[in-house]
Nanobody, 119 residues
Framework: QVQVVESGGGLVQPGGSLRLSCVAS????????MKWYRQAPGKERELVAS????????AYADSVKGRFTISRDNVKYTVYLRMDNLQPDDTAVYYC????????????WGQGTQVTVSS
């Protein structure tokens, strides 16, 4: 059974940092593109960052470029999202997504982790 589990969320002051982690199990991790999405109250879910299977290609939403860094460890079956200079607009539930690089119907989501940026 596939499981995708996020952790690392919490309350942080503006300008602070957090690192989210997402551990996947029950799948061949190296075959999956990994993505972080977020959803703020009253807003649609948006793609924040993505990383290719080998970790050699990354992409970011314009709103987080230069502040967020996505990375992965294919030995630990883990993807990370380092978030620096956090702002109140970054407040959202952050979701991890695993999407098979070939069989695009194989897609899995985590349950989400709350990030709140407030003074």
């Amino acid at each position: 059974q596939v499981q995708v589990v996020e952790s690392g969320g919490g309350l942080v002051q503006p300008g602070g940092s957090l690192r989210l982690s997402c551990v996947a199990s029950g799948l061949t991790f190296r075959n999956y593109d990994m993505k972080w999405y977020r959803q703020a109250p009253g807003k649609e879910r948006e793609l924040v960052a993505s990383i290719s299977t080998a970790g050699d290609n990354t992409a970011y939403a314009d709103s987080v470029k230069g502040r967020f860094t996505i990375s992965r460890d294919n030995v630990k079956y883990t993807v990370y999202l380092r978030m620096d200079n956090l702002q109140p607009d970054d407040t959202a539930v952050y979701y991890c997504n695993a999407l098979h690089r070939v069989v695009r119907s194989l897609e899995y989501w985590g349950q989400g982790t709350q990030v709140t940026v407030s003074s």
